[in-house]
């Protein structure tokens, strides 16, 4: 699924409208039902006659698009209140003209500046439902006043909201909130998601996101958007490598994790387990002497081979060329520890290898100030937030104004993939991005990341791209957390994933989505 920024949603609009001739008032006669169709299942339980619905709207399209759902609901028999943030000469064409409409039903009106904001918070809190159409994705920044007057007392009159597009007060590109943002329920964006309220912070003042099909022909949004991407259920079994009748244990997928030290024994094993739980055929541990014995004491399927004993960098780095040579997927830094003479062998190794990589721990440190041995590598590099603050080095500052952004530059300046994990995960390279919106708290457990190298470099192992397996793995990842809450889990550990990784996809195979061609719900 496409998802577009500020910027593309206005193009796409100016496509549809002036190449393919669907006039405006169409695409807003569409947009205004689907609200109103969601807004209908939130009334559908409530009782009481009239059941009113509070709805306030902008001066721009996305009030007029609000004002679209009031009659579409008013004919449902519901009795919509609206309240204006402006009138006259300061509303557009669209939004003036649908007002008009609304005034010839002998709807309730109010102009919010004209009112205290005792009114407006009375009105409030007497309706059952709210619907936000104050501002859409043409505005940007903090909200200023009486703006964020408006949105405070909309957060705080403790109903049940429906944003029109986006939630007033988030930014639609970035997923920055410089301020009050409306907090809404659910949030029925058009035509495809926008970027940013994919993303945190923003993303928890969306609510449940869905996406109307208001009418553009999906070309013009796969032209317009081909950057971002969302993952969804029939993308992941579409690209979700199947065996082969005649595959054995390497052709399945044969994987080296050089991992592990004395100090740190359970990251490698780890990896291990979430990549022949995701389909590896064949999964070696490459590890230090010292921490041979150890790791060995705690595998049945896996081999382990120790690095030879020595100082002699080169030597341990030919050893792992040797040992990686017909891998499939090298899974490098899990628990290796942050000794110079371990970050020399990493660096080395990176530099000299061909086979795909998955870098993650210890070798991101590795990596900080060094990131020119891996450019241009079949690589996946998997940092949370602050292994890529210490990548980014200097331009850290760009990862806290634009997470997005500083995945995006960061992946297309070195010419590999970039997974920046944590709450919906960053799948950037040069051409595309993914957001992934799967996962739920349940990841948060130590180990949780060495799992999810183990499924990528599976995947990896597989045949899948490294662009493919990082956006697929991070999906896999967070569907297993979200299967493994309905089993009533309160917490897991790492290895709950990865043996349930096969559940979950069953799970999710099973599962019905809520898409009916008209309303689809992506989170």
Not at 139 to 163: H, M, Q, S
Not at 238 to 259: E, N
Not at 398 to 419: P, Q, Y
Request: net charge negative; proline share 4%.
């Amino acid at each position: 699924m496409n998802a577009l920024t500020a910027e593309q949603m206005r193009t796409a609009d100016l496509r549809a409208i002036e190449d393919v001739g669907i006039p405006q008032i169409v695409l807003m006669e569409t947009a205004g039902r689907a609200v109103a169709d969601l807004a209908r299942d939130f009334l559908s339980d409530v009782e009481g006659d009239p059941i009113r619905v509070a709805v306030v709207a902008g001066p721009g399209n996305n009030g007029a698009d609000a004002l679209v759902a009031a009659r579409h609901l008013m004919q449902l028999g519901y009795e919509p209140d609206i309240y204006m943030a402006a009138k006259g000469s300061d509303l557009n064409d669209l939004c003036r003209a649908q007002l008009e409409i609304m005034q010839g039903l002998g709807a309730s009106v109010s102009f919010l500046r004209e009112q205290s904001p005792e009114f407006f918070r009375s009105g409030l809190r007497a309706a059952s439902l709210i619907i936000d159409g104050l501002l859409g994705t043409g505005t940007a920044g903090a909200l200023r006043d009486p703006y964020r007057g408006w949105v405070n007392e909309i957060n705080i009159a403790n109903r049940n909201v429906v944003a029109v597009d986006i939630p007033t007060g988030i930014d639609p590109t970035s997923g920055a909130v410089f301020g009050p943002a409306v907090t809404a329920t659910v949030t029925v964006t058009m035509a495809a998601p926008k970027v940013g309220m994919l993303l945190y912070p923003a993303a928890s003042y969306v609510g449940e996101l869905w996406v109307a099909n208001i009418g553009i022909p999906p070309a013009i949004l796969a032209e317009v958007g081909g950057r971002y991407h969302v993952m969804t259920k029939q993308q992941f079994f579409y690209w979700l490598p199947r065996r082969s009748r005649q595959a054995d244990k390497r052709s399945a997928g044969d994987i080296v994790v050089v991992g592990g030290s004395a100090r740190f024994v359970g990251a490698p094993l780890l990896v291990s387990l979430g990549a022949l739980q995701a389909g590896a055929g064949y999964v070696t541990i490459a590890c230090p002497a010292s921490a041979a014995a150890q790791i060995g004491s705690h595998v049945l399927e896996q081999v382990v081979v120790p690095w030879p004993a020595t100082d002699d960098a080169d030597a341990i780095v030919q050893a792992l060329l040797e040992t990686t040579r017909h891998a499939g997927a090298v899974v490098v830094g899990p628990g290796l520890g942050r000794e110079e003479l371990t970050q020399q062998v990493v660096r080395r190794f990176i530099a000299q290898t061909s086979r795909p990589l998955v870098v993650d721990a210890d070798a991101l440190f590795a990596l900080a100030g060094h990131c020119d041995v891996v450019a241009g590598k079949k690589a996946v590099l998997t940092p949370h937030d602050g292994e890529f603050s210490r990548l980014l080095g200097d331009k850290a500052d760009v990862l806290v104004a634009n997470r997005i952004k500083a995945a995006d530059d960061f992946a297309s300046e070195l010419d590999i993939t970039l997974l920046l994990k944590g709450p919906r995960s960053i799948t950037a390279t040069k051409e595309a991005t993914f957001v992934n919106v799967t996962g739920n708290e349940l990841l948060a457990t130590a180990g949780s990341g060495d799992v999810l190298s183990g499924i990528i470099a599976a995947l990896m192992a597989a045949g899948c791209s490294p662009r493919q397996s990082a956006a697929l793995g991070a999906f896999w990842h967070g569907i297993t957390a979200e299967y493994l809450a309905t089993q009533h889990k309160h917490s897991i550990v790492a290895s709950d994933i990865a043996r349930h990784l096969q559940d979950a996809a069953h799970w999710l195979d099973e599962r019905e989505e809520q898409d009916d061609g008209y309303l689809t719900r992506v989170v």
